[in-house]
């Protein structure tokens, strides 16, 4: 029960942060911002608002799946934000752009996510099954390496909510000081990347607890084998 009730409670905030994003750009992107701004023109304007030259703004497929990728200094808009003037094309791809200007200024969290990516990837792809092999043996070292790989994914969420939030940061001072939106329309914009951050809070909040509870089990092991 100690572990049943938060993760419920963790389970019902991350749904209800998955129906916020998409409530929160359904209904924003039904209005246009009056300046008839695009998603692609408002990351750009990001972009020489922070000095930042060289980043290429493409199209990507899919929906809601706007991101910057450091590896070829891209911006990729998804087809609803790259094209479309409305408030929530414009919060998206300012913070999109927020990402960009990270890796230009050299921002500290976003170099940190980037240096323990490799250590997440084997975490996610064998920590699951580190830890089944520890269970079924009942070895205390297979499990122990398979928290110890898990625990990686937990530090990249970790890291990852104050880069997200300083990008949705910088995405909303640059729309509020550069005036990319009036004032009405700001606060659309600012409703939907709150909604975005809190989907980073619930998983942040679910991996801590799976990894509280394997700590626990990890510990309890050791004891019976006393």
């Known amino acids: 029960m100690i572990f049943w009730i938060p993760l419920i409670a963790i ?42 030259p060289g980043v290429r703004i493409a199209r990507c497929a899919g929906h809601l799946t706007d991101h910057y990728d450091p ?32 890796y230009a200024e050299g921002y500290v969290p976003i170099r940190i996510r980037s240096a323990i990516i490799p250590a997440c990837q084997i975490g996610s792809s064998f920590s699951y099954i580190l830890i089944l092999i520890g269970i079924f043996l009942y070895s205390q070292a297979w499990f122990g390496l398979g928290v110890l790989l898990f625990s990686f994914t937990t530090l990249f969420q970790l890291v990852t909510l104050p880069v997200e939030f300083n990008a949705s940061r910088r995405a909303l001072e640059t729309i509020e000081g550069a005036g990319l ?30 990894l509280m509870q394997y700590v626990l089990m990890f510990i309890g092991m050791g004891r019976r084998d006393e």
């Open 11 to 52: 389970l019902a905030l991350s749904g209800w942060a998955q129906y916020q994003v998409s409530h929160q750009f359904r209904l924003y992107s039904q209005r246009s911002n009056r300046r008839y701004l695009t998603g692609a023109q408002a990351a750009q304007a990001v972009l020489n608002t922070h000095g930042v």
């Open 71 to 102: 590896r070829d200094n891209t911006i990729y808009l998804s087809q609803s934000v790259y094209d479309s003037a409305t408030i929530a094309a414009v919060g998206v791809a300012c913070h999109e752009a927020g990402h960009a200007c990270q």
């Open 181 to 210: 939106l009036y004032d009405d329309e700001y606060d659309g914009a600012r409703k939907v990347l709150r909604a975005a951050a809190l989907t980073y809070v619930a998983a942040l909040l679910t991996s801590l607890l799976y």
